[in-house]
């Protein structure tokens, strides 16, 4: 089975900085796919980014991005500039196509934004 | 264009009664997956059903069961609930056209507390 690693459960970052969360994850695999998700205290999850495995180019939308390092099995999601509404619970998920839907999802980190 | 319905939303029930959950998925989206979220295990596959069939299972016992109808719309169904079933179960829809061009859209999801 895949397994994925968050192992922050906790960070804070004040307004307008930046943050690092850290991702870890256990495959044999070489196709595959990542995903981070949002969840605010709403409680709805929300895609933020997602990475193709076999694409070398990291992936960005707006605020986010990702550092994905293939050999290392590492896949972190920068926030820039953040705000307030960036507060929830940061899930990294795992998919492997070749078994059909099936998402692996870490711990999650919660993330405070402090004004 | 409507996101992924979860009914009900908070259920409370007592040890050995069961329960139905639904789900709506996002119109045109075939693939209706199922997850539990605790606070202990974070988020755990439960099942997946595409076109009517379930095609992938997590490692819960029998009571948990699952079913699709014609219409994409699902339901879970836990039996003889155990203190230990209290979770927040989500349900999320996808498209499911290729392999690994999937991303999944969550519902709010259905809070159930068994005491």
């Known amino acids: 089975a895949q397994t994925v690693t968050q192992s922050q459960p906790e960070m804070s970052v004040q307004e307008a900085e930046t943050v690092t969360l850290s991702c870890t994850y256990d495959?044999?695999?070489?196709?595959?796919?990542l995903f981070w998700y949002k969840q605010p205290p709403s409680r709805q999850m929300i895609l933020v980014i997602r990475?193709?495995?076999?694409?070398?180019q990291n992936a960005t939308e707006n605020r986010f991005s990702v550092n994905f390092q293939k050999a290392a099995k590492s896949f972190s999601l920068k926030i820039s500039d953040s705000q307030l509404g960036d507060t929830a619970m940061y899930f990294c998920?795992?998919?492997?196509?070749?078994?059909?839907?099936?998402?692996?999802f870490g711990t999650g980190t919660s993330l405070t934004v402090i004004p | 264009k409507a996101g992924v319905t979860q009914t009900p939303r908070y259920l409370i029930k007592t040890r050995g009664q069961q329960v139905t959950l639904s789900c709506s998925p996002i119109?045109?989206?075939?693939?209706v997956s199922w997850y539990q979220q605790t606070p202990g295990q974070g988020l755990q596959f439960l099942f997946e059903?595409?076109?009517?069939?379930?095609?992938n299972k997590g490692n819960f016992p029998g009571r948990f069961s699952g079913r699709q109808f014609s219409n994409s719309r699902s339901e879970m169904n836990v039996s003889t609930l155990e203190l230990g079933d209290s979770a927040l179960y989500l349900c999320?829809?996808?498209?499911?056209?290729?392999?690994?061009?999937?991303?999944?859209?969550f519902g709010a999801g259905s809070r159930l507390t068994v005491l």
């Open positions: 999320a829809s996808s498209l499911r056209v290729a392999p690994g061009a999937n991303v999944l859209t």
């Open positions: 990475q193709e495995a076999y694409k070398q």
């Open positions: 495959t044999s695999e070489s196709n595959y796919y």
């Open positions: 119109s045109g989206h075939r693939s």
């Open positions: 998920a795992f998919m492997n196509p070749n078994t059909g839907n099936q998402f692996y």
């Open positions: 059903y595409f076109s009517e069939t379930q095609r």
